[in-house]
């Protein structure tokens, strides 16, 4: 009877707390004096946040809020967080932008804004250069502010003589995007921006320009259960997110816990769109402040300071990163350095990263991660992102599965100096270059690999392998390739093959693995006409014929099709189920392959979800229709 009396004292106590969690509401007709309810609603999101306890619910009405809001707390536990939502069917903008009208004639197509300091407040984006440590300018400045005409970009000029008189930019996607251009003066009481319009007069337009780092981002660490639901955020100011800075996004988590980021639509950073990135007292820029040294001897002890400061999955990381919109960024869409440890990123649609190229560096990609330890990147569409998604150091008990990549110059996928165990499957990758592999102890299964292959042991540098499903480091070690398996995969083929130098050979197929000291296992596979396999791949097959996958947008639909159809040549490779028994232990760290949670493997399900016979078919689908396949949206499967 005691026993009952306390359970129902303890559910007493929990409907206590669930009732006390207060609902506020933000409206742009509203008064940040109110109480913040339907009735009498704030005005202002960051007012909302300030009030705010851990249970609470901020609920933002239709309209634009140009203001950045800085959470000052966050919420308990999972069924304890703070959320912020746009109200269900409304249209909520964020914007880090303002509307400037006060703008001059100054000949031909050129006009000219002069605003006054306290137009800034206390940052001025015209008079922030980008910098940091991998940052590359291609020997000009760069700012972070941004001018928009009718919502899209201008694009930064280097000089007012190249506004005046403008030119495509080579290096872009599309060159002629530079004949649109701004440039800007910052003095010590005023900032004077030149903008050509071509031929547009921007008093009688909607010309925005950006004047905040971010739109939605905690000042100092720890701001812990926060979910971010339903927004439109845009035009952020944003400084490069080296690995060893402070990474400021447009939306960011700073090095906080359990965030949900969902359902939103985050474009138009000058760097990054959304950051699960480190602190500043780990480290800011250290390569940059201290050249003397090299830059992975930097980051290594960054590394360690975080392990000092409690770098751990009780303190960092664990976020869901959902359904998301992401564009128009010249960094990456998501990026993360030691924070993004056991989160999940899935069902994004993330697109049109680093399109202009004014500038370059490292740590650009639609998903640029350090020590993705135990993450799983699941169903993402990304496309037009120069890099698709950047594995790049500790990538331990990672798994990259059912992702759509394609029209990305660089690469699909890039996995850097990683020891393994990490596993890539079920991904269709169609780019020239699908994978980018300089690390080891990777499994890829049930792939489909339309491109090239790059190959590459990385001596040079000695990166940390960890102990299972852990930060801690177990051991810093060079990379020297191999120790991977490649089950059930389906290469394209081609002519063209490399070996440029620095151990880096590129090809089709999987031969390039041959020269290497640590062996790769492999079977299973199918190579299409142009694609080599490697010696003792038991029970793969070469077909004669053409894979040419190629695809084609509908709105926001893909479909894919083949020159040959794939049920065609499936029953020629000798396949079996892949399971953690049939992976084993990556050799450097030692740790089994398994799934991110600790549970073993056993990969029966196609890039649907469908669930694979006892003897699979190679590639990522069960069954193919005759014709074009739609990928995106997923069709799920039983």
Known sequence: MLNGLIRFLFAAALCAAAGSAAEYHVSIRGD????????????????????????????????????????????????????????????????????????????????????????FGSYNPYRDEIQGDWFESRGRRHHTGEVYLNGEPLWEAASLDDVRNPKPFPHARRPEGALRSWYAEAGQTETTIWANFSGKNPNEEMVEISVRDSCFYPSEPGKDFITVRGF?????????????????????????????????????????????????????????????????????????????????????????VRNNVIFRCEQAGIAGSLGAIFSHIYGNHIYSIWERRLFTGAEMAGIKL?????????GNRIHNAGRGIWLDWMAQGTRVSRNLLYDNT????????????????????????????????????????????????????ETPFLRPHSTQVAGVVETKGGDNRFYNNLFGGGTEEKKPGSGRVTGYGLWMYERLEQPTFAGGNVYFRGARPMAGDKGSAVVTSALNAEWEEDGDAVRIWFATPLDRVWKVAETRLVDSALLGTARVSGARFEDTDGTPLRLDRDYYGNRLLRRPTPGPFVTLPPTHYPVWPMRRGR
């Open 232 to 320: 439109r955020m845009m035009h952020a100011a944003t400084q490069w997110a080296a690995p060893t800075a402070e990474q400021i996004g447009l939306i960011g988590t700073h090095w906080s816990r359990g965030w949900i980021i969902e359902e939103n639509v985050i474009s138009d950073s000058r760097c990054s769109c959304i950051t699960l990135g480190k602190d500043r007292a780990t480290g800011h820029n250290v390569w940059t402040n201290d050249p003397s040294k090299d830059g992975a001897i930097h980051y290594n002890e960054v590394i360690q300071r975080a392990l000092e400061a409690g770098w751990s999955q009780e303190k960092i990381g664990s976020h869901i």
């Open 370 to 378: 350090h020590g993705a330890i135990d993450a799983r990147i699941e």
């Open 410 to 461: 660089s690469d699909d996928l890039f996995v850097e100096v990683n020891h393994g165990p990490f596993l890539v499957d079920n991904n269709l990758m169609l780019s020239p270059l699908s994978l980018r592999d300089w690390s080891e102890g990777g499994a890829y299964v049930h792939n489909l690999f339309a491109g090239a292959i790059e190959s590459r042991p990385e001596p040079a540098r």
């Open 32 to 119: 940040d004096g109110n109480p913040g309810t339907r009735e009498r609603p704030l005005r202002t999101i960051m007012e909302a946040a300030r009030r705010a306890q851990p249970g609470d619910v901020i609920t933002v009405h239709g309209g634009t809020y140009r203001e950045r809001v800085t959470p000052p707390r966050g919420g308990l536990s999972e069924r304890k967080r703070i959320t912020y939502r746009a109200a269900p069917g409304e249209r909520v903008e964020i914007k880090g932008s303002e509307v400037v009208k006060t703008w001059a004639h100054d000949g031909g197509d050129v006009w000219k804004a002069v605003l006054p300091e306290t137009f």
